[in-house]
């Protein structure tokens, strides 16, 4: 591309060129050399934007939490269908982007987006009546469970064409793995996501908004 029909640099084009160099090469494979070539300027050239590694992995997690879709439009007695959208928005980034699972892990939730996101679950919480320690703990509860099934989906997607080559003598087991493996990641999610609002309506003392459908 030539240089008078670049896109001039940002910090939000330098965050997308790097989720999508660690789209091919993983978080270990993203260098500011790699980055600076991918962009057309010099590596130096990036810490104009960029003052570290560290501040540009920064960048990339508040770029992923932008993605995340937060409703708004919908009333507050409607918990479940809000936050339903937003966990399931982020459950598909967790599986879309390769490096996002990294990222979200091992990064502080400290970016402007990241708080953006922290306080519109805070506000659609305190909505129903909930206080900030109880909101912690019900956002807390929801997120570990969209990280942990992304986790066990992506693993699963590895194995799930053939049972594994053991001896399976436990009356049942057999048909547990199978069984274990033939469920779809998205049907899972859904199922999971429902205990989790089950869960959280009993622990709150809140009337769900969606009969449990699975």
Known sequence: MAAAHRPPLSRERIAQVALEITAQDGLSGLSMRKLGSELGVEAMSLYHYVASKDHLLDLMVDRLYDEIKLPSDLPADQWEQTFGQ????????????????????????????????????YHRFQMIGLGPREASLAYRYAVSFVVGQAVIELGMRRFRTELPAVELDEPGMAEFIAHNLELSGDAMFEIGLDMVFQTVAVRFGLQRSVVGHV
């Open 86 to 121: 937003s966990l399931r928005s982020f459950y598909d980034l967790l599986l879309d982007h390769a490096a996002a699972l990294e990222l979200f892990t091992q990064r502080p939730a400290s970016t402007t987006n990241a708080f953006r996101t922290l306080y519109w679950v």
